[in-house]
């Protein structure tokens, strides 16, 4: 593995913890059993990165390569049900909504860095990001036959995502080093969108 | 750009712009943002083409190929977002449907046109042209919550693309010009959904 | 076509059979026309698959190779239309899971099957012969606006898929013939779901 390599490796495991969270944490409020928790989290975690490397054509898709990956979520939903079971008392909904902003900020770098590195012009890889980073949480919303996210909270949400995809942009275009570019660019996501929900912002 | 990616263009072109005023006048009864105005208009107007381009493993994608039309939707939906909010009192309901009837005509003579010059068997391409015209709006209904409007409507839809892709094959089978091919029959599709619409025609 | 493609074609076949029918049944619950009893039977009978074929990049995909698959259930559809409406008063619910757990069961080992000749690692091929499974059903109730029974349903759904591909793998494991591991492994999921319906086990 590549320093490169591994380092987007280690961001994208962040993006994949974060997303499987938020489907251990949404997959609760409907009172499932473990296999219902683990094809939440499965599909929150994979979904959004099983697009990209379809729209980029990288084979294996990352979950395929790296099997660990589906084991780690195997184990964790495990371990999540009966803990979540009890928690959701304790852990009030800005759980879910941090670990869905981890998700969402992390994917989207992994996402349009891939995309710049595939040759692909700036805004399509933008666009790729955003998508990378939206989409487990459209899946999850979807199978649990609800609006998604994105479209059904009126705080920045996407919009985060493009932001912080431009920031990227930014920093590889001068010359930042590529960890602090990563790193910087998907805390940046999550955070502005922690602080929007925090503070109600709207874009109406 | 040949005479035919030409043509294929402009087809496509009218296909991706009403599918696109479909979801803003969807989104819009929902009353989002511009954001999720742009998502819904992005799925919308680039979900068929997608699936279809999945399914004849035609790369890169239209949409990246052709970036522009990603930042047309982007423009047209700032701009669009505001005008809708007041528009919808005006415009009624026959709004959605055309554009919707607009995209579903355009988009599955473009993939039936697409999917018998990849070689595929003539039934199977004119099921991808029915899939592609269909797809957008399905995905549009889907992560808006609701049924898609290719079974919830009882008016043909999904017939009158059928007929419509079987009506370019036997063109193109009498050897027609491509240009009056693509534009009569997707124009057919198109006025025939309409008319159904309008006198309520039922299937059952 | 050799023994083993002709002995997986045969599997498939029940395959699809028993999803489009899973399909023909929920849509008459809805009350659809033709056309949507057709739109739901494809979408269950071809969409696990071709998420499959996507997964394994195997082309064409499986019902563009075989175009009698999707002949079959366009006649299928004009059939059960006009006899469900009448029948669902007299076949029970149990048709419909049955039909599903048909499906559940045989697309299950056909990917488990196909995934281990693509070289998967197990466990990944384990877990994609239960996402070809599942997947035609989600898709079928995500499009009818309900959670899909892979999360709904708290009897063992996806568990069945899972220990039924690992009976599979171990199946091939000791030197069985193909025939009698397929055919036995997939009729172990479906018998399997069945009974766990049935007697109302639950994982919780």
Redesign the interface.
């Known amino acids: 593995m590549t320093d490169t390599a591994g380092l987007l490796f280690a961001v994208e495991l962040v993006a994949v913890l974060g997303a499987a969270f938020s489907g251990f944490a949404e997959?609760q409020r409907?009172d499932?059993?473990?296999?219902?928790v683990f094809?939440?989290a499965f599909v929150t975690a994979f979904g959004g990165g099983t697009l990209r490397d379809?729209?980029l054509?990288r084979?294996p898709?990352f979950w395929?390569e790296h099997?660990n990956y589906?084991?780690l979520i195997f184990a964790l939903s495990l371990l999540a049900t009966p803990i979540m079971r009890h928690a959701h008392r304790i852990i009030p909904n800005v759980g879910f909504i941090a670990a869905d902003a981890i998700g969402l900020g992390f994917f989207s770098i992994v996402g349009v860095s891939l995309a710049l590195d595939a040759g692909?012009?700036t805004?399509?890889a933008t666009?790729m990001g955003v998508i990378t980073g939206?989409f487990g949480g459209?899946l999850r919303d979807?199978?649990?036959?609800?609006?998604?996210i994105?479209?059904r909270d009126?705080r920045?949400?996407?919009?985060t995502a493009f932001l912080g995809c431009w920031f990227y942009v930014l920093m590889r275009g001068v010359g930042a080093a590529e960890a602090l570019a990563l790193w910087t660019s998907a805390g940046l996501i999550t955070a502005t969108r922690l602080v929007a929900w925090r503070n109600d912002w709207?874009?109406?």
Do not use: C, H, Q, W
Request: aromatic share 8%; net charge negative.
């Open positions: 997959s409907k499932m059993d473990v296999v219902g094809t939440v379809v729209l054509e084979r898709f395929v099997e589906v084991i692909m012009p805004f399509t666009m939206v459209v979807v199978i649990l036959n609800e609006v998604p994105v479209l009126n920045p949400y996407a919009t709207s874009l109406k």
